[in-house]
């Protein structure tokens, strides 16, 4: 009787050789998958959650899944391309939110108000209560102060307002949290108040800021400030951060857009009263905001140097100009400003 060749002992033990090594590779490839902590980023997608997820990927520390409503846009697809796990779900869906937290050691959490208004908090709380039922180590939240209460009551601002809020929420329930409070972006005068042409062909922008210095930064470095925190637990949980770029007067930004778009771009205070009442969408809450800023936030400059320090290259505003003064004037428009700050 022949005996079949898979059978033979050489052929037995091959193949019973060739199985340990794929369990072994198995074992190898789960361990670099369990050793890596993972971190959920919110708004993966947008402004801010793309800057996190994009420094996370491009250090390879952590394992990252990205959260989209939808996995198959082209921002979803670059992130998968450059590693990360995308998944699938909605800050309206708490069952949604609770399968993309499992198994997290850290989130990234923002909320977008401008999309929902006054939906952010109930979204906001659904993900602070996700992080909390999952037992997440290390939560960071994209949140900002508390304007009305800056402002002992005067001028409400929602889209802080209710981030605050979250804030107090997220605290009470005692989740391990980094609170960011992220500046104004330099993006803004990109989208929202591009500098506008005057009848004597200069240009200008303007808002009630007066000269009081106005914080800002490029939505792209809350990135590697987000992985300082995640990298150095020990130093920022249970704290509050501010993530800025530049500190400066509208004046001397207005000087720093004329030297590099090379325009005669000056800064125009407008009142309080005058800008609330021009009308469009968000005019009142933008007006509030700027006038809190102007008579109660006087200087960010100690957010600058902690970031300065979390990461040296933080983009100052001419460097930031320098990189995008290509996409200035492009579609120049005498548009109104609109909202989505
Ligand atoms: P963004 O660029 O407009 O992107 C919004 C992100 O939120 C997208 O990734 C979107 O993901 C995600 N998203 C929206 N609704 C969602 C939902 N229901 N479920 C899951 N994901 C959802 O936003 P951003 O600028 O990074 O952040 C917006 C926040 O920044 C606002 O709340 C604003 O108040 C705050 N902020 C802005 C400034 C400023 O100067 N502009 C300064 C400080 C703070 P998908 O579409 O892929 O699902």
């Known amino acids: 009787m022949t005996s079949h060749p898979l059978n033979s002992p050489i052929h037995t033990l091959s193949n019973f050789q060739r199985l340990l090594r794929s369990l072994h590779l198995l074992s190898q490839t789960n361990n670099t998958m369990s050793q890596k902590k993972i971190i959920l980023v919110t708004g993966a997608t947008g402004a801010q959650g793309n800057g996190v997820a994009s420094a996370l990927l491009r250090d390879g520390k952590f394992h990252v899944r990205c959260l989209t409503r939808n996995a198959a846009s082209q921002k979803a697809r670059e ?9 699938e779900g909605d800050l309206d869906d708490i069952n949604s939110l609770r399968a993309a937290v499992d198994g997290c050691y850290g989130v990234f959490g923002v909320t977008n108000f401008w999309e929902h208004f006054e939906k952010e908090y ?63 972006y330099y993006e803004n005068f990109l989208s929202f108040f591009p500098p506008q042409l005057a009848e004597d062909g200069s240009y200008y922008f303007g808002f009630p800021q007066g000269e009081t210095k106005l914080a800002m930064v490029t939505a792209e470095d809350m990135g590697p400030i987000v992985k300082a925190v995640f990298d150095n637990p020990q ?8 993530v800025v770029g530049e500190d400066r007067s509208c004046d001397e930004y207005a000087e720093t857009m004329s030297k590099v778009l090379g325009k005669n771009i000056r800064y125009n205070h407008i009142e309080r009263d005058t800008y609330a009442s021009f009308g469009f969408a968000g005019a009142e809450e933008l007006a509030n905001m700027f006038e809190v800023q102007r008579l109660h936030i006087p200087s960010r400059q100690h957010h600058l140097d902690e970031c300065l320090i979390m990461h040296p290259a933080m983009q100052s505003f001419e460097s930031w100009l320098e990189k995008n003064k290509h996409l200035f004037f492009a579609q120049q428009k005498e548009a109104e400003p609109s909202i989505a700050l």
Do not use: W
Not at 133 to 154: I, M, R, T
């Open 79 to 87: 992130l998968e391309a450059m590693g990360a796990e995308v998944v």
């Open 122 to 184: 109930q979204q906001g709380k659904n993900l602070i209560n996700v992080v909390r039922e999952k037992v997440v180590q290390h939560f960071v939240f994209s949140s900002l102060p508390d304007y009305k209460a800056l402002s002992n009551g005067k001028f409400a601002v929602p889209h802080c307002d209710t981030k605050a809020e979250l804030e107090r929420y997220a605290k009470y329930l005692q989740i391990p949290t980094t609170f960011i409070h992220i500046a104004f």
């Open 235 to 242: 130093l920022y949980k249970n704290r509050t951060l501010g």
